[in-house]
């Protein structure tokens, strides 16, 4: 299967600002063809590559005032399933986290799925989201975390994961969120889903329905979207404007029951 996937971002700055991009493809997925370029009012702007374990950070330590443009676009081959979970991996990834706060939510999550374990646990969990949040755009905050979605039971991809991982943490299973590129994903964005320990290795699961897994294409890696942002203003200020995202598979969609263990490549 092969994966082409591009993003666009406009921003505009009005101050000069510290700002690190994640839209480039995980960097052991070796794309046949890539490009990133940014511009500020149409002059090139440099970027410094930072690459945190497989995620790739872009950073523009001085972003000059103007309309800021950051265009990528990328080729995916189909490649090697996710490496195996590390010992440090599976301290780290059963952590609560600033999103994912299974401490408080360790009550509800065992009464939810307290006498279940392995694969059927997972599988559990993946169906209770399915049925139970609602996906609706707007409906949550940058600051809600699993709690505010598991009472609102409304959110978006992020926060539907971010519950996912929540509750297997709580239950003493490692999970991870990754943000992707998702050929057939309406409409189409940026996506988060979650990957899950089991046996020693990472399987994805998305407990939104939303697009087929195995032709997702993994951008960034982390505890929860603090890791995992596609754009981070450290400094200085910068608003969003137009965003453009686009993915798909060749040559076509495969098929996808939702709860198949089923690996990123």
Known sequence: MRRTVSSRLDLTVT???D?????????????TEETLAV?????????????????????????????????YD????????????TDLEAIVFTRPSRYCDSDRLSAVAHAHFGDL????????????????????????????GALETYLSRL???????????TFLRALGVPARLVSVYAPGLVPMDFHAVTEVALDG????????????????????????AADTAFLTVNS?????????VTATADPGLPADDGLALTRLR
């Open 15 to 17: 101050e000069p600002a």
């Open 19 to 31: 700002l690190v991009f994640s839209v480039a493809v995980a960097a052991d997925l070796g794309p």
């Open 39 to 71: 511009t500020v009012d149409g002059e090139p702007v440099e970027t410094t590559e930072i690459v945190d374990g497989t995620t790739r950070l872009h950073r523009i330590a001085s972003a000059p005032v103007g309309r800021l443009t950051l265009a």
């Open 74 to 85: 990328a080729v995916v081959p189909e490649g090697e399933p996710t490496g195996p979970v």
């Open 117 to 144: 374990a392995g694969e059927e646990l997972v599988q559990a969990v993946v169906s209770w989201a399915l049925t139970h949040i609602t996906y609706a755009p707007g409906a949550s905050g940058p600051v809600d």
């Open 155 to 165: 959110g978006v991809c992020r926060d539907t994961s971010q519950l996912v991982i």
């Open 201 to 224: 290795r990472w399987y994805v699961v998305d407990g939104t329905g939303l697009a087929p897994r195995s032709s997702l294409v993994r951008i960034a890696t982390g505890r929860d």
């Open 236 to 244: 200085g200020r910068a608003s969003m404007g137009p965003m453009t």
